[in-house]
């Protein structure tokens, strides 16, 4: 028996783990085109003023021996041929048992009319270190998208003492989330900060006069030195666009991570999966999901039998001295319940999201104390009707919930133990 795995990210990780749970004698091996350990793209942002990437790495460096695992690192898949189990990288012969896909995701990066400079971009270890190195030199950046990226992207920089423009496309930052309030108050909280927010701009065109880049907008222009386009990102599946793979705007596969071809299995960014909260298959670039569908994928592909039950968008971070904490819809329908409550002078929010009884969103700004216990109601598809009011105290204790809502949420904790 073989293993394979191409990419290097969690949800390799989770694999590799997934695998030596059951089988601690078969070769692994593992396929990367980056050439380091593997690290995390959401702490990319600390290389920009530190050195070494120890501190961003999410395993030792001896993990690979530690779990004995071949690594093919700094090189590229150039083919796949799933009939005959056989991957060709570099000119070499791969042949492959079960295959794993884990190839993450990459840049969506922004066509800009007129421009011929460099558009840096910001979503792996390549992407980082040109940027660092090019912002030696320079004090003016734009940065292009206020997602989530963008966002943190910006507090970094004006942090290091650089004047930031964030041009944002909608009327507030991380508008993905689906809450016009978590925006207004993000808003708000950037600008005082000192970064220069622009709202509802559209990008006309862009010209690079010497070292200077001129941004022409809609309403105005911006001159900076730099430009950083941070769009989000897209499922890495350019490779298999042309195979018998089932692609939608990801890898297509199950609760058991398999797709649609024998023995391949795919988790993390690079795929879709089916959330029930949309009732659709949905592409949900979080870490947790690609660690978890990750290790899935390890044990089934070891002979076990593993099985993801749920999965939602969730969203952890801190923009300045905001803490925030999203989990599932924030976008009701119009027959969703929705409560809220709201504390503007303290600038804490806390929203619930409640469809036929069911909690399915919510959302802590400010004060997320207690985000666990709304996760898990949310997982396990709890009825909240007799206490969906409390919900919304941030103070609510684990042991003010009625006794049978305790016990699903034990028993799911004990299942995962398992």
Request: neutral net charge.
């Amino acid at each position: 028996m073989r293993y394979v795995i191409i990419g290097n990210g969690a949800a390799a990780i989770g694999a590799i783990e997934g695998i030596r749970n059951n089988d601690n004698e078969n070769e692994i091996i593992l396929i990367s085109k980056e050439n380091c350990v593997s690290y995390s793209k959401p702490q990319l942002y600390k290389m920009l003023k530190k050195d070494s990437l120890e501190n961003i790495y999410y395993r030792k460096d001896d993990f690979y021996n530690k779990y004995n695992v071949s690594t093919i690192l700094g090189k590229s898949l150039n083919s796949v041929d799933f009939n005959k189990k056989i991957l060709v990288v570099d000119k070499e012969t791969i042949k492959y048992d079960k295959l794993l896909i884990a190839t993450g995701a990459k840049s969506n990066v922004l066509d800009i009319k007129g421009f011929d400079g460099e558009l840096f971009s910001f979503t792996n270890i390549e992407e980082a270190l040109k940027l660092k190195e090019a912002l030696a030199n320079k004090d003016r950046i734009s940065i292009l998208g206020g997602g989530l990226i963008g966002v943190k992207l910006s507090e970094y920089l004006h942090n290091m003492g650089k004047e930031v423009f964030l041009i944002v496309g909608s009327k507030g930052v991380l508008s993905s989330l689906g809450d016009e309030k978590i925006s207004e108050i993000l808003n708000n909280e950037i600008i005082k900060s000192g970064v220069n927010l622009l709202l509802s701009r559209k990008i006309i065109s862009a010209k690079k006069e010497g070292p200077k880049i001129e941004i022409k907008l809609d309403k105005g222009s911006i001159t900076c030195d730099a430009v950083v386009s941070c769009k989000g990102v897209k499922p890495e599946v350019s490779l298999f666009q042309k195979t018998e793979l089932t692609i939608n705007r990801g890898i297509k596969v199950d609760d058991h991570m398999r797709t649609n071809i024998e023995d391949v299995f795919a988790a993390g960014d690079v795929t879709e999966m089916y959330n029930y909260l949309e009732d659709s298959y949905c592409n949900i670039p979080i870490l947790p999901n690609a660690y978890g569908g990750g290790y899935c994928a390890g044990i089934n592909m070891s002979g076990g039998d593993s099985k993801i039950d749920t999965v939602y968008p969730m969203n952890s971070l801190q923009i300045f001295d905001v803490e925030l904490i999203t989990m599932g819809l924030l976008s009701p329908n119009e027959n969703d319940e929705v409560l809220f409550s709201l504390d503007s002078e303290k600038k804490v929010y806390r929203k619930l999201v409640i469809r036929d009884g069911k909690l399915v969103g919510a959302a802590l700004l400010g004060d997320i104390d207690r985000a666990g216990i709304l996760n898990n109601i949310i997982r396990n598809k709890v009825d909240v009707s007799s206490i969906k009011e409390e919900l919304l105290n941030a103070k609510i204790n684990f042991y003010t919930l009625p006794r049978e809502m305790r016990e699903i949420i034990v028993k799911s904790y004990t299942e995962g133990i398992k």
